[in-house]
């Protein structure tokens, strides 16, 4: 499978911008209350001047209508709306959370971005994208992906009954349970086809990703200039807790912020 070259959506940073933070592959659902008071806490209480969530921040969403019926939805809602109050928050569908609906983030004055998206910040160009449009490697998944993404596809799927849509998404994570316990499983990565055609198309020479849970820094293809920064997901009741931001400073500098150290 070959790289495809996607619209690209660009923002432009406020001068008066300082620092930038990055997140993704929260999967936030009800029964994980740790990485729940993480994520408040941490939009509560940082100082950066925007918070770009690059997918999944939810375990699963079937609809907007769900935040309407169920208390913890409505918990993250009333904490993204919070932060907006104090800061641009910005977000990207990912590969759990793509029916996530225009009304439910102008509901929380959340920036809309496509995937992939141009952010021009302190005189550098950033291409931010979730990444599994990426993983090229994956056939099953790409096929999977390019049927679910279809408007006719989600029409359809956003009018069956709301008990009904949550059944198929219980359905579908209990498959993919089964595959993460499959020891055998190799799991795609970004391919560096892919992100070439992409930084070229951008004229940029750094991707921002999450989906694939390897957080790190790689160089991209022959280029020494072009990088990939891999952001990490987050799970602090795991045996292995991580909740991590990426902040890039307005000088250059970027960090990784351990939040649970």
Known sequence: MTATVLPLQVFEAPETWRTVDFISDLHLQEKETATFKVWQAYMQNTTADAVFILGDLFEVWVGDDA?????????????????????????????RDFLVG???LNACHVLDLQDPTLLSFASQRWLLSH?????LG?????????MVRKPSWQNDFLARPLTERESIARQLRAQSELLKKDSSAVYADVADEWSIQLL???????????????????????DPLMQRWVLSDWDAASTRPRAEVLR???????ERINLLS
């Open 67 to 95: 935040a309407e019926q169920h208390s913890f939805l409505q918990k993250c809602a009333a904490v993204l709306k919070a932060c907006t109050s104090k800061r641009q928050v910005a977000f990207m569908r990912g590969n």
């Open 102 to 104: 225009s009304a439910f």
């Open 131 to 135: 990444g599994d449009a990426g993983c």
């Open 138 to 146: 994956d056939t099953d998944y790409q096929a999977f992906r390019q």
């Open 200 to 222: 070229q198309q951008a004229r940029a020479t750094c991707l921002v990703h999450g989906h694939t849970h390897r957080p790190a820094r790689h160089s991209v293809g022959q």
């Open 248 to 254: 890039w400073h307005v000088g250059g500098q970027v």
